[in-house]
């Protein structure tokens, strides 16, 4: 091929990290980490999965809430940028990227300007997050269904399209993704949808991270817990009869992630 060939474009890979823990990557996720050519990654695949990459083969394009932000429209022109360089491509999310994770647009941005990809799926935390605190998100006894709802819609929207009356009718379980800072308004909107006020609530914070925290209360009193033990973002909320599973198990629950000790509240 000559000095000005266009070179062949290289795959983007859509790989989701898992809640964080190196150890729960996927086999074909951690390869595609090691052969890469260049790696755009969010703040959320965890501290030890982004030591893990070289710093001259990485670019961290993460967002926070209302902290320093990459726009998505610049996260998909680097793609396509580095893609048409001929390089192999790994754009790493915590979680699985098609679990609020944008995956979805990002893919389809990537289709219409020609760029082959693949998507590698992931342990979501919506899943990860509640089992390592010892909560099914199902439970025969207590819920056949299970609703994943973000806490953190788009900000240009006018309205929330989240139906929180009708969660609260549906029942079963409900996780909230990225819904720390908006916990009083959904947990009152939930009891005015007519869910009892008793019903257990919990909060897990930086699941198989270092310094995991858990935090239970209802949905009456789990604003007061959450500033109590000091519950921040990223964090789940898990809400309905199988939080109170915990309690029954806690006593013989072993992980290695909760190395500050665990914030736990039942008050």
Known sequence: MSEDATPE??????????????????????????????????????????????DDRRQDVGKRAHGNRTPQWEINERLVELSREGKRVVRLKGGDSFVFGRGGEEAAYLAEHGVPFEVVPAVTSAVAAPGVAGIPVTHRDHASSVSFVTGHEDPTKPESTVNWEALAETGGTIVVLMGVTRLPQYAQALIDGGLSPETPVALVERATWPGQQIATGTLETIVDVRDEVGIEPPAITVIGGVAGTRESVVDFLRNDYSQSGEGVSND
């Open 9 to 54: 474009p290289g795959t983007v890979y859509l790989v989701g990290s898992g809640p964080g823990d190196p150890e729960l990557l996927t086999l074909k996720a951690k390869r595609l980490l090691e052969e890469a050519d260049f790696v755009l990654h969010d703040k959320l695949p965890g501290p030890k999965i982004i030591e893990l990459l070289p």
